[in-house]
């Protein structure tokens, strides 16, 4: 297909052309990816929340226990194979360990390999023959980071955005485990082109921000295809809708407001997030992972797929200073980004992820971020050399 | 079939027959309509609470929300076509129309023609290119009414009693949306000749009532087939049952009530009850209407379909009476019908409504009230030249 | 099969051999029962909680009705046969009878038989032609038992402990209806060699006990098949696990205690537990019954099957003296057993049946103890002269 025809969709003149079907038969691997993309890193809990008591999460439709071991942090198949009791219910009676409550198997934590059955004794004979699946894991962000797939796990920092490791920072976030609808319709509502200018228009959070009501939009790829970004070609502020009348209204908070140009928005960048280069604010990558540049912060987002119809919802915000604006970046985001943005704000958009239900749909222009991003997981099912080939998850 | 023989089960001396199999085989238009008949007007809300903020409901099966333009009230089916997201989350920005909280898709609530996507802009080509269902909405009685079905809509009033539009009256009502139990079980309960005499004997709201323990009762339609009848044939007001004893025993209250002739009765109703001529004090229709005449009041209630396990319950008494009486009756209502006969009393009901769990089932000979309504709605899906002919509800 | 190897597994030089598949094949009677065995009796209820007010309770899938008609129990099956409402939430109106609270269907306690419907007259013709199934019922040991099957009942007394009936004795006991998990994992969990090692060694009930860190155990039946024993060949008190260190710790209330022989032991045995010459202290016996033999009471639980995933657990403590020590087991069995034994250490108990889900399973050499059972289960199937053959519970 050489074609993109949904990557420029900016000219007025064009007629209208259907946005494809109304269910997702067109992206066939992402149908059925229902439980999410393996072979990749997904983040799970602040590394600082990990103790030697064992924590059991849902991941891709599997249970894993996590625990840690001094200073490595380890990941189990969350059920004892004697008779089916989880693990993360259990509790570290040896160094390197963890036993199940039942009847005290104890498994090594770094390979899961059942290293005692203690009612059993010493000789238990049971002891060598049984092991319960491990995971890769990897402390990263102050996160902890478990591969879940067949496949033997790239690097960690493949993965993830690489201005996290070359810049010292300072960050604050929130998990949210359960969060409800699939991981699908959380990845497609934060790349989503068309909500922000509707559904959170009357935001606190949106007070002082000039929105536009709409816009000119293309997708563009960074050159070694990792990240797609929207890309405003036009805006516009404040339109007449034939036989509506004019929307969006100017907030009272907005009279006194400038319109900025990209250049001058482009100056009061901070440095580092301008030395990045972005085509545009918005950026979304494999497994599900979205980057939004404000003036002064990175914001992340990563849809961890949980269940068919739950994600964990791992929210961070990234300022490139360390020293005493560390303190002053500390006390912004527990005052009023965590509060506002990552409270308030995708508050909203959890509401609309949870109402979703989709197919059947029927698409509009601005989804081209959402068409875009599915051929972007397609692609990542496609047979190259040196391509990642996730296959959808299977129900455990 | 030209012998009724349910509709005459008087005489004592018959033998006992069989009345029906266990199962719903010989009403198959019946079983099939687990969601309600089709094609068929239904109360919904009151009239009075619906503003320009959307409401939704669920009505056979299918997600509808009401919003009111003025002094015209609308009905769309409540799912945007966009990503599903209902319409009844949404809002009114421009006069007429209802905008999905997500994207501010914006619809004609008149037909429901898309006539905005404003994060598009103006020209948005998907703009007269999609529509969703709307529904014919008729305002009566201080009610919303909303036609579901595939035909033309009859008029309302033909589905309404006639008494209600030929005479002025004052009214007072209860609605009750997702009362448990299937519709079908609401009405029989609702037109049920038995467990009058045995499940409410006890309650306040028939302290001062005379019961009588049994009777025998026929089932007589109106002239133009619309209402069934209960009539009873004979009455009797404390029995010998062979083996256990006198039932049902006299309430310390009624030891010095008079029992009245139906003669004495007529006189004591009120006129324009009177002049209607009911052969029976509870009647029903289709598709789910019944009318108790009780002395001074006639009571009306409705069973409208939600889905398979619930049902809007609405209940309607009317006094037909103005001027100072509209007072006096509204002060009854308030103190003494709503509190006993709306809340206590049909709350037994929504007990027997909730707990029945049929078929199999083993009806007896007052079951004629039931198995005759049952043929009533078999009767509206014979092919008839100046019938209407409801299809049953098919899953959404 | 001549040989039984999961009976004799103390021997330390022999080769680990499979314990068996990890699912339920090789016992299919054991595994198809999921709503319990049936042609046996079970207890429900107090019977001193049992009056002329219906009780409904869950039995094996079925819907059961207890009531009280002055000395006697009966059970009846728990569906109005009319319109399905359940019996239970009715009442008592004439003696020997129970109405349905709906239209007064009234029926005969002792047999079922509809023998008045009350709103039809006493002439009804549907009386005499209907009636529920009745379910044989005894009053023993306090409680209300109900035998639930399709063959004649045996006597209840051959299927209880026979020291019930030859002792006087003073007893306490708790009866949780809808404790959580198949009836088949609280026998297990009861009879289960491992567990206790392991989940129990730190609650308050275990602070003053000696209990061993494992031991090798056989399983042996009694000579007329009734019940299995675990019987415990060698006990370890503490052990180093290779690599991993010595389990389990003494405790510190432990440090001054001096193990007793079993000799020892034996010679503070109450009297009439030391008469029963049982070789275990830990026995079971079909359909469910577990008994602990402390040193001066009996304890019994039975686990009775409600449904797929509940059962009843009727905890029972015995000591066989009356007369002033019958006050002093009453005082200790409410100041202590009922809280600590019955109470906590029964509910971390409750907690594993909860928690397991098996097959799949892999079961270790204390599971000899399970298998054991099992196979007991299965032998009830076979078809001999005088055993019972229960069948495996039908889905209502």
Known sequence: ?????????????RKPRPQGLEDWRQW???????????????????????????????LL???????????????????????????SEGKKVFPGTVSCPYHGWTFDVTDGRLCAALPDGPDSPIVGNVSVRSYPTEEALGLVWVFVGDEKPTPLRDQLPEELFTNDYVAGGRITPGRYGNWRFAVENGFDE???RYL????????????????RTKIVADEDGDWLFRVQESVEYESDFPGLGKWPRRKITQ????????????????????SLNL??????????????????????EWYVPEDENHHRYVQYAVRFKTGPSDFAFRLRYWTYIRWLFHGKFTGRDAWMVEEMDAPPERLFRPDVSITRWRRLVESAFEPKQDKKKPAPAKKP
């Not at 606190?204 to 929105?211: D, K, L, N, V, Y």
Request: a positive charge; glycine letters at 10%.
């Open 194 to 196: 068309g909500h922000a």
């Open 1 to 13: 297909m050489t074609t993109k025809p949904e990557e420029a969709n900016g000219s007025r003149k």
């Open 61 to 87: 439709g599997e249970n894993i226990m996590l625990i840690r071991e001094g200073s490595e942090v380890y990941a189990l198949h969350d059920r004892c194979p004697h008779r089916g009791v989880k693990l």
């Open 279 to 300: 085509p545009g604010h918005i950026s979304v990558r494999l497994p599900g992972l979205l980057r939004v540049a404000w003036t002064t912060y990175l914001h992340f």
């Open 200 to 215: 959170h228009r009357d935001q606190a959070f949106m007070m002082f921000r000039q929105m536009p009501g709409w816009a």
């Open 255 to 274: 009279v006194a407001q400038r319109k900025m140009t990209p250049g001058e928005v482009g100056k009061r960048l901070d440095p580092t997030i301008r």
């Open 28 to 58: 066939p691997n992402y149908e059925a990816a229902t439980l999410g993309l393996r072979n990749y890193w997904y983040p799970t809990v602040w590394a600082r929340d990990l103790g030697d008591k064992p924590q059991g999460i849902k």
